[in-house]
């Protein structure tokens, strides 16, 4: 028998036979893992299970590589704070999704691990949110191989600026040196590198170049370069908020 305890970030459930549930937690020590939630349809065990909700997990399995059972206790629900306004619950469905898509199972990953529960703490301050998110996305690239190198000119090795970023190496590209390139680079906003005012608009520019690298390194690298709709309907959100077309 194989067992483990510890604490995690409850990413996807979805229903399992007629009373039980299979959930998704993201555990700083044993990463993304699966298991089956006896009971986890229940109406005292429902509520318990909803994406984002901080949990006290206990994993058992015969052997390793069987899906194996949780029992779950509530540590802290993040619901409240996700209920509270429509930027919080897109931002929280975006947050899980992408996990749930990206993270390699039973991988830890503990410096994402903790980014991301300091992201989900932060639900429900919509003046702070959107720019402690862009960094997030930052975190996951960089955290799963495909960091931004925004510190000095790919072409000409300067720091002054900075205006793109190539989409084939992720490396930023000055205005002088992006040329007849020009319309096949990504934009750099300032506040994408730690830069300037973080405006609606600038992270919102900021965010459709982190996107293409999720999209076209990350998850193509996995099979499907496709984002999940969670992350779309955040961004329309954001756009919304912002009065952006």
């Not at 959107?130 to 925004?150: C, I, K, N, S, V």
């Not at 506040?191 to 293409?212: E, F, H, K, R, W």
Request: glycine content about 8%.
């Amino acid at each position: 028998m194989i067992d483990w305890r510890d604490e995690g970030i409850l990413l996807a459930v979805r229903p399992f036979g007629e009373t039980s549930a299979i959930i998704e937690v993201f555990t700083p020590d044993m990463g993304r893992h699966a298991g089956v939630v006896r009971g986890g349809v229940s109406r005292k065990i429902a509520p318990i299970l909803q994406p984002g909700a901080q949990l006290s997990v206990a994993w058992k399995a015969r052997l390793g590589e069987h899906l194996g059972a949780f029992t779950v206790e509530p540590v802290r629900s993040r619901t409240i704070a996700a209920m509270s306004d429509r930027l919080s619950l897109a931002g929280l469905n975006a947050v899980c999704a992408l996990l749930a898509r990206v993270l390699p199972e039973r991988e830890p990953h503990r410096p994402l691990y903790d980014r991301t529960a300091q992201l989900l703490d932060l639900l429900g301050q919509s003046e702070v949110w959107p720019l402690a998110y862009l960094r997030w996305e930052q975190a996951l690239l960089t955290e799963m191989g495909f960091g931004l190198d925004l510190s000095a000119c790919a072409v000409r090795g300067t720091n002054e600026d900075l205006a793109f970023v190539s989409p084939r190496t992720g490396r930023a590209v000055s205005r002088q040196a992006a040329g007849e390139w020009i319309d096949r680079l990504l934009p750099l906003p300032p506040v994408l590198a730690g830069q300037g005012d973080a405006t609606d608009d600038q992270i919102l520019i900021a965010l459709s170049t982190t996107g293409y690298f999720i999209a076209h390194r990350l998850l193509q690298s996995l099979g499907n370069a496709s984002l999940p709709p969670a992350r779309d309907r955040l961004l329309d959100v954001l756009r919304r908020d912002a009065r952006i077309n």
